[in-house]
């Protein structure tokens, strides 16, 4: 190993870093403060549903693209050449759907907890426990992971301990979601996406001036093979083709986006069902910008030192691809402060998907598994529970990222194949309930459907995943630059050369002879194989053990499908895709096929005249009444059924507040 001076990360850059982690801490004291009379959960884990709509936007970004992207991507980049830039297109897709098909039906039945819903829909407690657990697993893992991921590069900037960089990670994270909750959390990922993005664009810049413009950029890295986008190889076990980056890619990030709780906490904290859509439709400009921008960080790299004629990881300059950004950021960004912006980015990164999986995962823990128990507390005991949450998961999250130093190869594939695993058959159980009326939950006295599906799906992946690192190993790179190498490079090589031959003969025999031939699956299409896994399984056991009537399920439960993806269809072709079953807008939602009007009275004197669509009613705001009385009848202040309704509402109007009593 050749040893760097660490000199070069002067105390500028210390200061740079010192303040952006200061400043994240004091976004969460200034909430606990301005926070401290709302005690309540729902403000603590929802930020009172009244989130502002570009913060949460962003928030939704940077809790899934954090350091992982912004090591890994390039790094792939590097080794692999630029067939990845194809992903971006399999994300982009994904945000459509999601926004599409998730948003409509998550969004108008009031969440905390994603899970919620599939223990409405299938009338099951055990279904939505299994998807809490599943998802607890995969946000634990991501959660270390990406904690794990800017500790190399810190090591190799600064010398500072790996185990004290993810220490610093997460006591910092946990701080601040343990004080403001929702608010902070997202706030600060606004504030932290700025920090990621001005780090990025330092890289992108300064390294295609040093190389002499993006077009010698451009021509190094076709001089070297490494454009290649179009590969349309059908077989699976390729690592990366067109179909699993585009297919494979939209299947595992509709999950993040849809269903993932940290997703849907946040476009469910919003006030409007069309600002939580937009919220995710503008993921499609960020993911965009942000994949884009560490692809293009990635082959600047290359080309920057192949004109120097020696790649890094051969002459041993650095131990693994994930350290190659932080040496390039050394050699290039020489100006005080830059070299400590990009360690900010990089913790930005690390600090807001450890904070967002910290807030979704006292989110799910406390709706789904506590409340039942400690429902009856009062709110201030409550919002202390999902705080102590937030610190046991923080700790968790430390813990996991020791785990994830022993894990070979880049921080991307690691994480993409092993939440990949987990992603798949979340997404797999709300499409089994969404999709499907006649899926059932019971299979016997003992057995549920939905969850049997489920466990399925989820070991297949995990399975296939867990033998792909401990059997196959990683595949070959592409060639690297090594001419002006100061290590006995041709040495290396032939020893790397003997040890890749014999390593791919002995995976070659072994692919050859039964199971080990499982584990050469692509890591794109782990979501892909539990999503299918779960759908099939569940439908196989719901019509063994007898189909549910789709008179029984509520449509609410269900994705019209064919009219949002094929609403260009006759409407008479689309009744028929969707069985019949009469599909309705969330703004037109009506508890009577009939109008029924009913007079608001207070003192004997009629107030206002309101029907049973509450949507109608709230049309008529500009006639300074505010709190209708329409919640009488079951409504809440969003228009929708409220399963205990009170006999009397307050009714403002002119400014006054009068109590009012409904009469038909």
């Known amino acids: 190993m050749v040893t760097r001076s660490k000199s070069e990360f002067d105390v500028w850059d210390w200061v740079v870093f010192a303040l952006m982690l200061l400043i994240s801490a004091s976004i969460g004291i200034y909430y606990a403060i301005v926070g401290r009379k709302s005690k309540t959960t729902g403000d603590f884990l929802m930020g009172g549903r009244n989130m502002a709509l570009i913060p949460v936007a962003l928030s939704i970004l940077v809790s899934f693209m954090s350091a992982i992207l912004i090591l890994g991507t390039p790094a792939e980049m590097y080794t692999k050449g630029t067939q990845y830039f194809m992903y971006i297109i399999g994300i982009m897709l994904a945000v459509v759907l999601a926004a599409q098909l998730f948003v409509p039906l998550l969004y108008p039945l009031k969440l905390t907890s994603s899970f919620e819903y599939l223990e409405r829909r299938f009338d099951s407690k055990l279904a939505k426990l299994t998807g809490t657990i599943m998802m607890i697993l995969q946000q634990v893992i991501y959660m270390g992971i990406a904690s794990y991921a800017p500790s190399t590069a810190l090591e190799a900037v600064t010398g500072f301990p790996t185990w004290a960089t993810i220490i610093t990670v997460g006591v910092v994270s946990t701080f601040y979601t343990f004080l403001g909750g929702m608010k902070a959390v997202v706030w600060t990922d606004a504030f932290q996406s700025m920090i990621m993005l001005a780090g990025l664009l330092a890289i992108v810049i300064q390294g295609a001036i040093a190389v002499g413009g993006i077009e010698n950029v451009w021509r190094i890295n076709d001089e070297w093979h490494r454009i290649e986008f179009f590969d349309f190889n059908v077989d699976p076990t390729q690592r990366h083709s067109f179909w699993s980056l585009i297919i494979g890619g939209m299947v595992g990030w509709t999950a993040t986006y849809g269903c993932n709780q940290a997703s849907v906490q946040r476009y469910c904290a919003l006030p409007t069902i069309q600002k939580a859509k937009t919220a995710v439709l503008l993921n499609i400009i960020g993911v965009f910008v942000l994949v884009l921008i560490t692809c293009l960080a990635g082959i600047v790299v290359f080309a920057f030192y192949a004109q120097k004629g020696c790649d890094p990881l051969t002459n041993n300059e650095v131990e693994n691809p994930n350290q190659i950004i932080p040496l390039f950021v050394l050699e290039t960004l020489g100006y005080p402060g830059l070299p400590g912006l990009f360690i900010s980015c990089l913790f930005s990164g690390a600090l807001s998907t450890m904070s967002s999986c910290l807030n979704a995962l006292s989110a799910v823990t406390w709706e789904d598994i506590l409340k039942p128990f400690w429902g009856d507390l009062s709110e201030s005991k409550k919002t202390w529970i999902t705080r102590l949450l937030v610190a046991l998961y923080g700790g968790a999250g430390i813990g996991m990222s020791f785990v994830a130093m022993n894990l070979g190869g880049t921080v991307l594939q690691a994480s993409l194949s092993f939440t990949g695993a987990a992603s798949g058959p979340l997404l797999g159980i709300f499409l089994l309930g969404a999709l499907f009326p006649w899926a059932n939950y019971i299979v016997s006295m003992f057995e549920y459907g939905a969850v049997v599906g489920s466990i399925c799906g989820l070991a297949l992946p995990f399975w296939i995943s867990i033998g792909a690192y401990s ?27 003997t040890m890749s031959t014999t390593v791919t003969t002995t995976t070659t025999m072994a692919a050859i002879t039964g199971i080990d031939k499982l584990y050469t699956i692509s890591y794109l299409w782990y ?24 008179d029984d399920v509520d449509p609410k439960y269900l994705i019209p499908l064919f009219d949002r993806i094929f609403c260009c269809l006759p409407a008479s072709w689309r009744k028929k895709l969707r069985c019949n079953m009469e599909f309705q807008d969330p703004k037109d939602i009506r508890v009577e096929e009939k109008d029924v009007e009913m007079d608001v009275t207070a003192d004997g004197e009629t107030l206002h005249t309101i029907s049973n669509n509450p949507y109608q009613d709230l049309e ?27 006999p009397y509402e307050q009714i403002v109007q002119n400014g006054e507040i009068s109590e009012a009593k409904t009469q038909l």
């Open 527 to 550: 979501p892909s194989i539990g999503t299918a896994t779960v759908v099939v399984v569940g439908l196989i056991v719901s019509f063994m053990t007898g189909p549910t009537s789709m």
């Open 471 to 497: 059997v196959v190993g990683q595949s070959d790179d592409l060639p690297y630059p090594t001419d002006n190498c100061t290590t006995d490079v041709n040495q290396t090589l032939n020893v790397m050369s």
């Open 620 to 646: 008529n705001k500009d006639k300074n009444i505010g709190l209708l009385g329409y919640k009488s009848l079951g409504y809440t202040n969003d228009g929708f059924q409220d399963t205990n309704p009170p």
